[in-house]
T-cell receptor, first 112, second 114 residues
Framework: GESVGLHLPTLSVQEGDNSIINCAYSNSASDYFIWYKQESGKGPQFIIDIRSNMDKRQGQRVTVLLNKTVKHLSLQIAATQPGDSAVYFCAVSGGSQGNLIFGKGTKLSVKP | ETGVTQSPTHLIKTRGQQVTLRCSSQSGHNTVSWYQQALGQGPQFIFQ???????GRGNFPPRFSGLQFPNYSSELNVNALELDDSALYLCASSASGVSYNEQFFGPGTRLTVL
């Protein structure tokens, strides 16, 4: 079945720098990808999604890049702020049932 | 904040007991998915309910069961609790029971099994 992995469990950046969080998936048939942010004591919060017919999508200060050739997904956060400190998960659609398969998460810490 | 609510927020049970967790979906959503999140891990899919029927199930034993009601709210029931069931239980609602639809998560119920 599908598995989702993350390259780095923790990431520490300086306030104002750009952050890049990476994710790898195993199933080349996966067609929907989402990034979630989870703050301590809260449920995952949707950040941005991308479908397999795209390779880049931009939101407010965030960009998701999808490389289907190497089955790699990344989240870029521009001008990282202290409020961005959280655990970030990538999730991949599990198929027709609509379930999501999550990676283990990257904990982003922003130093002031 | 999403419109997904869960109750209770915290719960402490002992091994062998049974527990029921509740979830109210966001307005307009007819699908509820349940996930288990162990400490330091990503959420793992338990099952999904769409129009009151189970629409898919992850790798969880039958003692994990659920219901969805006509108003699309949902319950997760766990029988014969084990220590390893200690986790954050999340529900997520979406507009239909297929992929491509954004899932909105509730704040979760923290279950501790002693």
């Amino acid at each position: 079945g599908e598995s989702v992995g993350l390259h780095l469990p923790t990431l520490s950046v300086q306030e104002g720098d750009n952050s890049i969080i990476n994710c790898a998936y195993s199933n080349s048939a996966s067609d929907y990808f989402i990034w979630y942010k989870q703050e301590s004591g809260k449920g995952p919060q949707f950040i941005i999604d991308i479908r397999s017919n795209m390779d880049k999508r931009q939101g407010q200060r965030v960009t998701v890049l999808l490389n289907k050739t190497v089955k790699h997904l990344s989240l870029q956060i521009a001008a990282t702020q202290p409020g961005d400190s959280a655990v970030y998960f990538c999730a991949v659609s599990g198929g027709s049932q609509g379930n999501l398969i999550f990676g283990k998460g990257t904990k982003l810490s922003v130093k002031p | 904040e999403t419109g997904v609510t869960q109750s209770p927020t915290h719960l402490i049970k002992t091994r062998g007991q049974q527990v029921t967790l509740r979830c109210s979906s966001q307005s307009g959503h007819n699908t509820v998915s349940w996930y288990q999140q162990a400490l330091g891990q990503g959420p793992q899919f338990i099952f999904q309910y769409y129009r009151e029927e189970e629409n898919g199930r992850g790798n969880f034993p039958p003692r994990f069961s659920g219901l969805q009601f006509p108003n699309y709210s949902s319950e997760l029931n766990v029988n014969a609790l084990e220590l390893d069931d200690s986790a954050l239980y999340l529900c997520a609602s979406s507009a239909s029971g297929v992929s491509y639809n954004e899932q909105f998560f509730g704040p979760g119920t923290r279950l501790t099994v002693l």
